[in-house]
Nanobody, 116 residues
Framework: QVQLVESGGGLVQPGGSLRLSCAASGFAFSSYAMRWYRQAPGKERELVAIINTSGRPTYYADSVQGRFTISRDNAGKSVYLQMNGLKPEDTAVYYC?????????WGQGTQVTVSS
């Protein structure tokens, strides 16, 4: 079955960096676009970034443009989110997402907390 497992979250000071990873299994990873979403407390889930099958980023939220970079490793069946210049407003649970055969799949999420 399709599984998405995020890792790499944690507590970081403002201005710091984190790299999130999402390990995928159960589907032909290289054939599907991948997304990162985030959800802050009391807010709706927000689309952060999208990457196409060839590894080209096709979307960044305005709030993360220039600070975050999405990438993928098709051989390793993983997608990454490099987050630099982190701000307190980036605090959220970050989720990996894909759609396979018209069914959406989410990972369990990884908590990112930006605080001094």
């Amino acid at each position: 079955q399709v599984q998405l497992v995020e890792s790499g979250g944690g507590l970081v000071q403002p201005g710091g960096s984190l790299r999130l990873s999402c390990a995928a299994s159960g589907f032909a990873f290289s054939s599907y676009a991948m997304r990162w979403y985030r959800q802050a407390p009391g807010k709706e889930r927000e689309l952060v970034a999208i990457i196409n099958t060839s590894g080209r980023p096709t979307y960044y939220a305005d709030s993360v443009q220039g600070r975050f970079t999405i990438s993928r490793d098709n051989a390793g069946k993983s997608v990454y989110l490099q987050m630099n210049g982190l701000k307190p407003e980036d605090t959220a649970v970050y989720y990996c997402y894909t759609t396979v055969s018209w069914t959406t799949y989410w990972g369990q999420g990884t908590q990112v907390t930006v605080s001094s």
